[in-house]
């Protein structure tokens, strides 16, 4: 494995900056190593930096200037495209009804949600044309057709990246390199557009449980994370505390999630992260709004997740996890979260 340069380097906390290019067009040599310094980051921290990666950045600024247009909607106009039903967990989500946490228990989660609602909305896109589980998209036309036209087309770009992102992990863990492509080909994946609404810098001070977004891990095989530049993401380090990871232009964070997790046994891990106050601003006592887009990875919905084979024989001691569906796995998630 080549020498890895750093995205964050803080309190035994390394997650590395990774060119991607070298494994989408790089010689076999240049593809292995680096496939072994995207599984090493996941193996180590559960997070990457990727650059130079087959998403245009120019369709990444119109997603995000296309979902800063949709949250500055009327409330009612989103409210009418409501998220119902964690089987379909398709649709507008508002203030403080989700709370992402630790937690499993829907009462449990329900209390921390009253003692410090995550300050965020966002609108969940799954795949398009899938049997009962229709996207809410706003009225299609004007406004509400480059929505649904720029923003399918953001899922497909993703969904080719995360393939191939899974395909880097095969490559690592000296798996066939399509060996995941069976798991990844439905896109069964959610786009996440998020908003952090401006908020005054006391709410924090007032309420020192108070986040943008709880300490978590995803639910899923990995999540693509594209950033804006006002900060607030933060990864708990192996010490135990919470440590900066500062956008970098041009750069998708990605971490592994914990179904990835489980299906490596444990070899691939799921880290908790969160959204805080970010940076003070220089002057006023408001922070500036925050927007993110996340593209949660899923494996195909109608396929079973075993340990992976050479996970576990041997000195790696037995499996740690029953099979699982992935579709019923994600839907178990979704319902305590909501």
């Known amino acids: 494995m080549a020498p890895q340069t750093s995205a964050v380097n803080s309190d035994n906390l390394f997650i590395p900056l990774v060119d991607f290019s070298l494994f989408l067009n790089g010689t076999p040599s240049q593809r292995l190593s680096t496939a072994q310094s995207i599984l090493h980051g996941f193996q180590t921290a559960g997070f990457v930096y990727l650059t130079s990666h087959s998403i245009p950045l120019p369709a990444i600024s119109r997603t995000f200037s296309t979902s800063a247009t949709f949250f500055s909607r009327p409330q009612s106009e989103k409210d009418a495209l409501r998220w119902t039903t964690p089987q379909s967990n398709r649709g507008y989500v508002a203030h403080g009804r989700e709370k992402v946490s630790t937690l499993t228990d829907k009462d449990d989660v329900a209390a921390s949600r009253a003692q410090a609602p995550d300050l965020k909305e966002s609108i969940e896109i799954g795949r398009e044309g899938a049997d009962g589980t229709p996207n809410n998209w706003p009225p299609y036309e004007g406004a509400g057709k480059e929505f649904k036209d720029v923003m399918l087309g953001f899922h497909d770009l993703c969904k080719e990246l995360h393939i191939e992102v899974m395909r880097a992990i095969a490559v690592g863990m000296g798996l066939p390199e399509a060996y995941f492509d069976g798991y990844t080909d439905a896109g069964d994946n959610t786009l996440r557009l998020l908003h952090y609404p401006e908020v005054k810098k006391d709410v924090f001070t007032k309420n020192k449980l108070q986040v943008r977004a709880g300490e978590h891990t995803d639910y899923g095989s990995i999540t693509l994370l594209f ?62 709004a925050r927007y993110s887009c996340a593209y949660f990875c899923n494996p195909n919905f109608d396929r079973h997740i075993e340990a992976i084979k050479g996970t576990y024989e041997g000195e790696k001691g037995g499996k740690k996890y029953e099979g699982i569906n992935s579709g019923d796995y994600l839907v178990q998630r979704l319902a305590a979260t909501y």
């Not at 232009?249 to 179904?259: E, F, K, M, S, T």
């Not at 070899?267 to 970010?278: A, C, D, N």
């Open 227 to 288: 950033q804006d530049d006002r900060g607030g993401l933060q990864v708990k380090s192996p010490n135990g505390t919470f440590v900066d990871a500062t956008p970098i232009p041009g750069a998708v964070v990605v971490n592994a999630g914990d179904l990835l997790a489980r299906w490596s046994n444990d070899t691939i891990k799921s880290t908790l992260h969160r959204v805080v106050e970010p940076p003070a601003p220089e002057e006023g006592d408001v922070h500036p």
